[in-house]
């Protein structure tokens, strides 16, 4: 990645080591650094950095092969597809045909479109692991990302058709959103594995030891019951650091929900105030463009302080970006009750007789939602990056497909709460909706950095990240 974190105070991006770093290196680290030759030598070789050598030494960026930017096109344009189609939902769901300023189709309400986008959601996420199974056993990943981009197309194609005007006429708009929530995104596994079916008989003969982890190894199981089995004790660690790793990106769970927001309820919350010719569902884009923003911001303050030796986990990353989606949803609350307190419809926002037919908002500015996207956007940029960071970093190579599952799953789990506080996504009852999820947040917070902040203290080189071998051997 691009613009990593600066490790070292002398210099934020120096072109090589020279002799004398290393020389300084060795006398103030007490640690031993491997010479490398130079750029002109015969003799330099590319290779990972030892544990020292990445705890001290500067991080540079290194240069992306082709591959890797035309994954990044491909990505960027399905993602480009993704919003472009996921993006007018709430209002195309939500009211009805006929209206300029909120542009509709099926008029079903607020509640019941908040349940579709998060019915969608939930399918987009889930079935990525469908196809992934499917991949790994059956299609290979080439045609399994062939097929499900086909169906991708399909489906935008089937909603594009059944929302012309003649196609809405004769009642094929819920026909053609029903067809659209097919398809999703797609994920896939290395091919011909058994690394799944591995663990599963290491789960569960936990299970019948006592759901002791350490029990299952393969010295203990010899030692103890005369069995050979077919793992080792190092897959056994390993299984211990996934279960840990997927404890902490289930907790993201409340926080996807709190993202969702800005896709439906708060696009509903722009459609109740004054828009001054802005369409309600544009004012989204407003989260990408802080993105862009204060990405580079994050980024400098976190290089600053990692020159001071002051790193920022992504333990702690994630709660802080928790404390800015509550902010964000408090924020959004507050919004909410300024809606309910403004003339002429009051907490009947589009549906009293003074708005003539829906067609007057209440007195608000709808630039007062731009402090909620950009708090929400700070969170994005701390906690999906962190998310991501640590489904990576802190998973066996074998099992970085079961912990990338488990980062679609807390996803799913986000849509599903927000399956359930659908019949509350409507007026009057928003200002305690999202007070709610702000409250739930703090909560969070709070809990979270106590059960995983450990996870972020400095550990010793033989130690794998979120290991759990010393907490299993002090239980025994």
Request: hydrophobic share 45%.
């Amino acid at each position: 990645m691009a613009g990593r974190m600066q490790n070292q105070a002398e210099e934020s991006t120096p072109a090589a080591v020279t002799t004398t770093d290393i020389s300084i290196l060795e006398k103030s680290h007490g640690i031993s650094v491997e010479h490398k030759a130079g750029p002109d030598s015969d003799t330099d070789t590319k290779r990972s950095a030892t544990d020292d050598e990445a705890a001290n030494l500067a991080q540079t960026a290194d240069s992306l092969p082709l591959a890797v930017i035309i994954v990044m096109i491909i990505g960027g344009a399905e993602r480009f597809a993704y919003y472009a189609l996921s993006g007018p939902w709430q209002n195309y769901i939500q009211n009805p045909p006929g209206d300029y300023a909120l542009p509709g189709a099926l008029g079903l309400g607020q509640a019941t479109a908040t349940a579709i986008n998060n019915a969608y959601r939930f399918l987009s996420f889930l079935t990525p692991l469908i196809v992934g199974v499917l991949s790994d056993t059956w299609l290979g990943r080439y045609k399994a990302l062939l097929w499900s981009m086909i169906v991708y197309a399909c489906g935008g194609l089937i909603l594009l058709l059944t929302s012309l005007p003649i196609a809405l006429d004769h009642g094929a708009g819920p026909a053609g959103l029903e067809a659209d929530l097919r398809p999703g995104d797609t994920v896939t596994v290395p091919k011909g594995t058994n690394i799944i079916l591995s663990a599963g008989k290491v789960l569960g003969c936990a299970i019948k030891s006592g759901f002791r982890l350490d029990n299952t190894k393969a010295s203990y199981q010899a030692s103890h019951y005369n069995r050979a089995v077919s793992w080792t004790d190092e897959f056994v660690d390993e299984i211990k650091v996934t279960l840990r790793t997927c404890r902490v990106l289930l907790s993201m769970a409340v926080f996807t929900l709190c993202m969702g927001q800005m896709l439906n309820n708060l696009v509903s919350q722009a459609g109740q105030i004054e828009l001054h010719g802005v369409p309600n569902d544009m004012i989204q884009a407003l989260s990408g463009i802080a993105v862009v923003l204060l990405g580079p911001v994050i980024q400098g303050v976190m290089s600053l302080l990692a020159k001071r030796r002051i790193l920022l986990g992504p333990i702690l990353r994630m709660a802080i970006s928790f404390i800015f989606t509550a902010a964000g949803m408090a924020f959004a609350g507050g919004v909410q009750q300024l809606i309910y307190s403004a003339p002429p419809c009051y907490n009947a926002p589009l549906a009293c007789a003074e708005s003539m037919g829906g067609t007057i908002p209440n007195k608000i500015n709808v630039w007062l939602q731009t402090p909620i996207h950009f708090i929400l956007a700070s969170g994005e940029i701390l906690g999906y990056v962190a998310m991501d960071e640590v489904s990576y970093t802190n998973s066996p190579q074998g099992l970085k497909s079961v912990v990338q599952a488990f980062k679609q799953l807390s996803n799913c789990l986000g849509s599903i709460l927000g399956l359930a506080l659908s019949p509350v996504s409507r007026d009057p009852y928003l200002v305690v909706l999202y007070s709610s999820l702000a409250g739930v947040m703090v909560l969070i917070t709070g809990n979270f950095w106590y059960y995983f902040g450990k996870y972020d203290r400095p550990k010793r080189a033989e130690e794998p990240p979120l290991d759990t071998t010393e907490e299993s051997e002090a239980k025994e």
